[in-house]
């Protein structure tokens, strides 16, 4: 890329050099997220990668992908210029809807598109997306990064995220084999995670300044801003340890529309989720925030996910073993509800 420069497009508002500059300050980044499989380097037309080391086991491989962004988190991250850790939370709103299927996550591509690429943001933005790979145990294999001027604002950026894993297909979880009685496991959040922004931003009138953002929560010792960029928890290596040793009949990830939305995504038609909210820990920042914004307990849970990142499915034989093994894994867990009949899809108590 030496001979590689055009004064005339970067007086259009797109600087080639910086991109090139940032890949060079992202490399050994990336270079922590490689495992088996990895064909081929950062920089290429398209990110290789091998199969042949995942199939042993496998009598029919199945591809699970998904992709998603941070949304309006990012604003946070703008006004706090702080662009470590908003990567984490990309890679975790991928990989931690295809575990839902038991599928293990392969490989990971990022997107970002800036208004100015300034080489040390960008290398930031793509550490807090390999930290979150390795968490996850997949691979970084490309990305993309593009210049928008007039688009997108000059210090801000939208960041995109794909990824892909694998199941065995008679190894799926589906919710054809929950049932009555079985228990739901609740695996604790790690704060706020990515969903809800747009309505905490209302709450706290977080704009263009970020003095609210410095705001203490005397309850966390911590500032609202601290609180918020807090990364979402990856539950990728305790959910699949949990599958080596557990039935698991049923997984939801709790992201935008809270428990009420997703957690019926994980129930057959007929049964219902019977959650005991005095089971498992509020985090401080939904208190918080509910005071400061009046807002209705039924909407708090409808919106954010109160402290339980995850649900998994179990036989009431299991639960005990269940939370057993995923608190070995390094995650909180709570028996927090069972499967009873009905259609309310949600029932809180």
């Known amino acids: 890329m030496k001979n590689s420069y055009s004064e005339s497009y970067k007086a259009a508002g797109v600087d080639i050099v910086a991109g090139y500059e940032a890949v060079e300050l992202m490399k050994n980044d990336v270079k922590r997220?490689?495992?088996?499989?990895?064909?081929?380097?950062?920089?290429?037309?398209?990110g290789l990668f091998n199969l042949a080391p995942y199939l042993k086991n496998i009598k029919e491989p199945v591809f699970v992908s998904g992709t998603d962004g941070v949304g309006t988190k990012l604003k946070i991250a703008f006004l706090l210029d702080k662009h470590d850790t908003i990567g984490i939370d990309a890679v975790a709103m991928c990989v931690n809807d295809i575990i839902c299927c038991g599928a293990k996550p392969l490989f990971f591509l990022d997107y970002i598109n800036c208004g100015r690429v300034i080489p040390e943001r960008i290398a930031a933005i793509v550490k807090g997306i390999a930290d979150g790979c390795v968490k996850a145990g997949c691979a970084l294999i490309g990305g993309e990064t593009a210049e928008h001027p007039d688009l997108t604002p000059e210090n801000e950026y939208d960041l995109a995220s794909f990824c892909t894993g694998i199941a065995d297909k008679s190894?799926?979880?589906?919710?054809?084999?929950?049932?009555?009685?079985?228990?739901?496991i609740g695996l604790a959040s790690s704060g706020v995670h990515s969903n809800g922004f747009s309505l905490i931003r209302k709450v706290f009138n977080i704009k263009d300044s970020r003095n609210p953002l410095d705001e203490m929560?005397?309850?966390?010792?911590?500032t609202l801003g601290e609180e918020l960029l807090t990364p979402t928890e990856i539950y990728v290596k305790p959910v699949l340890k949990l599958i080596e040793a557990v039935k698991v009949k049923g997984i939801a990830n709790i992201t935008g529309g809270g428990l009420y939305e997703n957690i019926p995504r994980a129930l057959p038609d007929g049964l219902c989720a019977k959650i005991n909210k005095s089971t498992f820990e509020v985090p401080a920042i939904f208190e918080f925030i509910q005071k400061a914004g009046n807002i209705p307990e039924r909407d708090m849970f409808n919106t954010f996910n109160m402290g339980i990142g995850m649900v998994c499915i179990v036989g009431a034989k299991k639960a005990d073993l269940a939370v057993e093994v995923l608190e070995k894994a390094g995650v909180k867990a709570y028996c927090i509800g069972k499967v009873v009949?009905?259609?309310e899809g949600v029932v809180l108590i």
């Open 33 to 46: 997220t490689r495992i088996k499989g990895i064909m081929d380097g950062i920089g290429g037309f398209g």
């Open 171 to 184: 190894k799926i979880i589906d919710r054809s084999k929950v049932k009555e009685d079985d228990v739901i």
């Open 217 to 222: 929560i005397p309850e966390t010792k911590k």
């Open 341 to 343: 009949k009905g259609d």
